[in-house]
């Protein structure tokens, strides 16, 4: 998910509207998401 989200952030992922969302975040927002979305059961 990190990964997905840096490479929607630098354009080298296509998106239609991820790349925008994810320009928002910080590399620390992105891995903050990532680690409470792995923590869901
Ligand atoms: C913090 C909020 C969000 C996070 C962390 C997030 C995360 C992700 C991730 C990880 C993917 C890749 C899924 C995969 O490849 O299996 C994805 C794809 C996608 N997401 Fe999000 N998402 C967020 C908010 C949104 C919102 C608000 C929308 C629509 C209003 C949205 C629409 C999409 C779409 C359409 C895709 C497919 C790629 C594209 O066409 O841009 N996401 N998202």
């Not at 998106?15 to 979305?37: N, Q």
Request: charged share 25%; glycine share 8%; net charge positive.
């Amino acid at each position: 998910m990190v990964a997905a989200m840096q490479a929607y952030r630098g354009g080298q992922r296509p998106a239609t509207v991820m790349d925008r969302i994810a320009k928002g975040f910080s590399d620390d927002e992105i891995k903050a998401i990532a680690a409470w979305f792995a923590a869901q059961r």
